[in-house]
């Protein structure tokens, strides 16, 4: 595949990024693309490996490496190099539904896998891909599909978030017809309220829904499935109406249940869960309405911005500094990001070879833009939150925190994180973001759906399946398999609606 001696005679070169203090001046994209002839020189390094293990999306040591979604990744690598990027989208399409999702925002599990990654450096499989789509859209090869027999079979999706999109877009595609609840005012879940415009720019977002609308997928915002009760729900979706209503169910809900920081001053005003700071933040650059609003002067309620603020992020993963990048761009006049592990190694150990995924330190964007500005790395290891400290108006002023190590535990023999004494230290915060990950889905999904659920706080399934307790309602995506990437999300949704298909045409 590609050009037989490619991998020898190029380097690597990915996609260019604007400088971080010219990028923090907007909220646009800040990736680059090379011309079509630098592309296919990039796409001629991909080597005829004997096992391509790019597309395996297989466990090594643990960790997944490869594409979930086993993306033909040879094969349209050589289609660029020959210059047919319309039979490379043919390629690309036949195992990725959104390949402008994954193509910005997919940390690229494939290139962990790469041959080339053995001996040099892998690849560049996330920047073709994204080519690949983007040219196809630019040229028109991207067009409705014409569904032209319908089943007669109606599918109810509840969600809109990667897992769920997928999922519609294949049983639609199959003839059946799809209606997609969505909670929030628009279709697209973490893809449009999650992940900040300048890593997806919410037109991309967009332009994907109203081709699936424009090939009878319908959509339903604003209606929170399940919930007893919802102020921001436009109309009452009765759990019996839509089993009778429908033929099959998925909940593809995602896993919003945030774990918390249960510390003393946890009351006080200007904490925040990231994901919710981020929805809104994402809402105040695309003239949205705010959903977590502080109260202003006014009678409308105000987005709060981290302009002028000592800003604190628990969490040291994508998402936390997704609230770096953010926080820079709105003027904070700090920025400090919280990790409870130790910091992960500048290059990969002797027990983790190739092709596991490499366990390294990764300075992502936001902390590049922090150093630009701030003179050093936000990131501050083996640290967490002891106590948040309020003014006389019960705002937020400041917090304290604590050092931990790793002791021994002599009943358990476990290594536990404990406090370091006398570490303790108190830091201006007048707002905090909590970053620290999911505990699973909502438990009032599940609640109404009467499904149970796992010991991870998952919808439960049987190994192998996505069919839930309940014969008829189907689960994918974070609500599954807990909190994820995109392309998981999406490889859950096609898996769940080829069972679906199965189960509809009995």
């Given at each position: 595949m590609g050009k037989a001696s490619g991998f020898m005679e190029y380097e690597r070169e990915a996609n260019n990024w604007v400088a971080p203090l010219e990028r923090i001046k907007n909220y646009e994209e800040f990736k680059t693309p090379k011309p079509l002839e630098e592309r296919r020189i990039q796409a001629a390094r991909c080597m005829n490996c004997g096992v391509p293990f790019c597309q395996s999306g297989e466990q090594f040591g643990g960790m997944y490496s490869g594409c979930p979604l086993h993306n033909l990744i040879p094969e349209w690598n050589d289609e660029i190099y020959r210059g047919d990027m319309k039979e490379a989208y043919e390629r690309l399409r036949k195992t990725n539904n959104f390949p402008e999702f994954t193509g910005r925002v997919c940390p690229a599990l494939c290139e962990a896998a790469c041959t080339c990654g053995l001996n040099g450096e892998s690849v560049t499989c996330h920047d073709n891909e994204l080519s690949i789509i983007e040219e196809a859209f630019e040229k028109g090869y991207i067009q409705p599909a014409e569904i032209k027999i319908r089943s007669g079979k109606k599918v109810a999706v509840i969600g809109a978030g990667p897992a769920g999109l997928a999922a519609a877009d294949q049983l639609n595609k199959r003839g059946h017809n799809v209606t997609v609840f969505e909670r929030d005012e628009n279709p697209g879940g973490l893809l449009m309220y999650g992940i900040p415009n300048m890593k997806l720019n919410k037109k991309v977002v967009k332009r994907r829904i109203d081709l699936m609308k424009e090939e009878g997928v319908e959509f339903k915002c604003g209606?929170?499935?399940?919930?007893?009760?919802?102020?921001?729900?436009?109309?009452?979706?009765?759990?019996?109406?839509?089993k009778k209503e429908y033929d099959a169910v998925i909940l593809a809900t995602g896993a919003k249940f945030a774990r918390d920081l249960n510390v003393p001053g946890r009351d006080a005003k200007g904490v925040y869960f990231a994901v919710d700071f981020l929805s809104d933040a994402t809402r105040s650059v695309t003239g949205g309405t705010p959903k977590f609003p502080v109260q202003g002067s006014g009678k409308k309620p105000v987005f709060e911005t981290a302009k002028g603020k000592n800003v604190v992020i628990v969490g040291g993963g994508d998402t936390g500094n997704d609230c770096v990048g953010t926080c820079i761009r709105q003027g904070a006049k700090s920025v400090v990001q919280l990790e409870m592990m130790p910091k992960m190694p500048d290059e990969r150990s002797e027990s983790n070879p190739w092709p596991q995924w490499p366990k390294v330190c990764k300075t992502d964007y936001g902390q590049q833009e922090a150093i630009a500005v701030f003179g050093s790395d936000p990131r501050i290891y083996q640290t967490t939150v002891k106590e948040m400290v309020k003014d006389k108006s019960g705002n937020l002023k400041a917090i304290k925190i604590v050092s931990l190590e790793f002791k021994k535990n002599e009943k358990t023999?476990?290594?536990?994180?404990?406090?370091?004494?006398?570490?303790?230290?108190?830091?201006?915060?007048?707002?905090?973001?909590?970053?620290?990950?999911?505990?699973?889905?909502?438990?009032?999904?599940?609640?109404?759906f009467k499904v149970e659920?796992?010991?991870?706080?998952?919808?439960?399934?049987?190994?192998?399946?996505?069919?839930?307790?309940?014969?008829?309602?189907?689960?994918?995506?974070d609500c599954r398999r807990g909190q994820s990437l995109v392309v998981w999300g999406i490889a859950e949704g096609r898996a769940c609606a080829a069972e679906v298909e199965k189960f509809l045409m009995q």
């Open positions: 209606v929170n499935v399940g919930a007893k009760s919802s102020a921001d729900s436009k109309g009452e979706v009765s759990i019996t109406q839509l023999g476990r290594m536990d994180m404990v406090e370091v004494k006398g570490s303790e230290k108190e830091i201006k915060c007048e707002l905090l973001l909590i970053a620290a990950g999911f505990l699973g889905c909502e438990q009032y999904v599940m609640d109404a659920k796992n010991a991870r706080g998952n919808i439960a399934t049987e190994e192998g399946s996505y069919e839930t307790s309940v014969p008829g309602i189907y689960a994918a995506g």
